[in-house]
């Protein structure tokens, strides 16, 4: 079946301009969510969402970043005011939700640059 | 605050030999360890998962790995190391709470020589 997609795949921006990056979870998953890679670092949590449940925010870098999702299906981050230190990979994962650990599935990531 | 320690940056193996990826992890609660590999130009994949039970995990690709609660331990193995496994491989943990979020490490880039 078809895995989680995101849109674009690459992205240049300049400094002070907004970007929104999108993300299509797979079909029945509850749970999304996104993290940031910088080169040569690991991800980074940024949010989670969980069905209609309030969203766990705890891990955007600054009031700069948000994210919203509509119901359980698309989400789109959005960075206002980009700065070079945002430029990194930015990853969406998906789950089936609900109680325990369940295996969260990447997609193939959106590659943001601020010039 | 919980954390997932991956000693090496880059781990070097000829092919056909055996491979092991090293993680260790803080001992916060209950531990729910991943293995995923990112090849590059793309997103991570899962590899395989310690929820519970068995201490030895079998995965996708022939990999394996062990789960050593007294050396607080989840290395990542393979008993023949084939030049397409050539990538880079991240061991993860689970958060506590009410948030499934994933604690990375820092990642092994994993070079197979053939």
């Known amino acids: 079946g078809a895995g989680v997609s995101q849109s674009p795949s690459n992205k240049v921006t300049e400094k002070g301009k907004d970007v929104e990056l999108r993300c299509d979870p797979i079909s029945g998953h509850t749970a999304l969510y996104w993290y940031r890679q910088r080169l040569g670092q690991g991800l980074e949590f940024l949010i989670y969402?969980?069905?209609?449940?309030?969203?766990?925010k705890s891990g955007l870098p600054s009031d700069r970043f948000s994210a919203e999702r509509t119901g359980e299906s698309v989400s789109t981050l959005t960075i206002q005011r980009t700065q070079q230190e945002d430029s990194a990979v930015y990853l969406c994962a998906s789950s089936l939700g609900g109680i325990g650990p369940d295996t969260q599935y990447f997609g193939p990531g959106t590659r943001l640059t601020v010039l | 605050a919980q954390s997932v320690a991956q000693p090496e940056d880059q781990v070097n193996v000829a092919e056909g030999n055996p491979l092991t990826v090293k993680c260790t992890y803080s001992?916060?609660?209950?531990?729910?360890l991943f293995w995923y590999v990112q090849y590059p130009n793309r997103g991570l994949q899962f590899l395989l998962k310690y929820i519970t039970g068995d201490n030895l995990v079998k995965g996708s690709y022939g990999f394996e790995a062990e789960f050593n609660k007294s050396q607080t331990s989840f290395h990542l193995k393979k008993p023949s190391a084939l030049v397409s496994d050539s990538a880079l491989y991240f061991c993860?943990?689970?958060?506590?709470?009410?948030?499934?979020?994933?604690?990375f490490g820092t990642g092994t880039l994993l070079a197979v020589q053939p």
């Open positions: 001992v916060s609660g209950n531990p729910y």
């Open positions: 993860a943990d689970r958060s506590g709470g009410a948030t499934n979020k994933l604690i």
């Open positions: 969402f969980q069905g209609n449940s309030a969203p766990d």
